[in-house]
């Protein structure tokens, strides 16, 4: 079975805070990306990565950036946490045009 | 950008019978997809129905697909309580495998 893991499942942070959020899958997938789900709006794409090092912007970028440093990580950063970031963060992995794998998602509050 | 857009929002149907529910789209796709969430997990994909299919079954799902509508309709036959869950459709334009999803059906099964 593709397993998504994410570092957290909850997590609390303050105001202009630094914040990683960790993804990890272990079926050699090339794709990797990153989504926020808010309610009402559905999820929203943040970046994704085709490849070790390679990213793009997704739908919403700003406030946000990324690191693929090895084909099984993908790490999505807060540079300076806002109260408007606090949401569910959901990272997922596929093959080439295959379907999306998620991990159980990080709900993100900053305070 | 929204592509995906499900009818209705919310549905809520007795156990044993069927639920159909709907997603338009507004450009070409390579493939659309169905996706399930569990109140506070990750996605789980159903089904991928590629452009130039009309019809796929899985188990106790029927996705259709008709392109020319640009729309496609997802129906669970024999509904059960397990079934309550958000759907999501998204459709794959072929881009790198990004995928942009609708808000989502909320669905309630009851026993």
């Known amino acids: 079975d593709v397993k998504v893991t994410q570092s957290s499942r909850y997590l609390v942070k303050r105001t202009g805070e630094k914040v990683f959020l960790e993804c990890v899958q272990d079926?050699?997938?090339?794709?990797m990306f990153w989504y926020r789900q808010d309610p009402g709006l559905g999820l929203r794409l943040i970046y994704f990565?085709?490849?070790?090092?390679?990213?793009e912007k997704g739908d919403i970028p700003e406030g946000y950036s990324v690191s693929r440093e090895k084909k099984e990580r993908f790490s999505l950063i807060l540079e300076s946490a806002s109260t408007n970031q606090t949401s569910m963060y959901l990272c997922a992995s596929s093959l080439v045009y295959k379907e999306q794998f998620f991990g159980p998602g990080t709900r993100l509050t900053v305070l | 950008s929204q592509q995906g857009e499900e009818d209705p929002q919310a549905l809520s149907i007795q156990e044993g019978e069927n639920a159909t529910m709907n997603c338009s789209y507004k450009?070409?796709?390579?493939?659309l997809q169905w996706y399930r969430q569990n109140s506070g997990r990750g996605l789980v994909h159903l089904i991928l129905?590629?452009?130039?299919?009309r019809e796929k079954h899985s188990g106790r799902l029927r996705v259709t697909l008709d392109t020319s509508k640009k729309s496609s309709s997802l129906l669970i036959t024999a509904s059960r309580a397990a079934d309550t869950a958000s759907y999501f459709c998204a459709t794959d334009k072929g881009a790198n495998s990004k995928l942009t999803f609708g808000k989502g059906i909320t669905l309630s099964v009851r026993p």
């Open positions: 450009t070409s796709i390579n493939n």
């Open positions: 990565s085709y490849d070790v090092k390679m990213k």
């Open positions: 079926m050699d997938h090339e794709n």
């Open positions: 129905i590629r452009s130039n299919e």
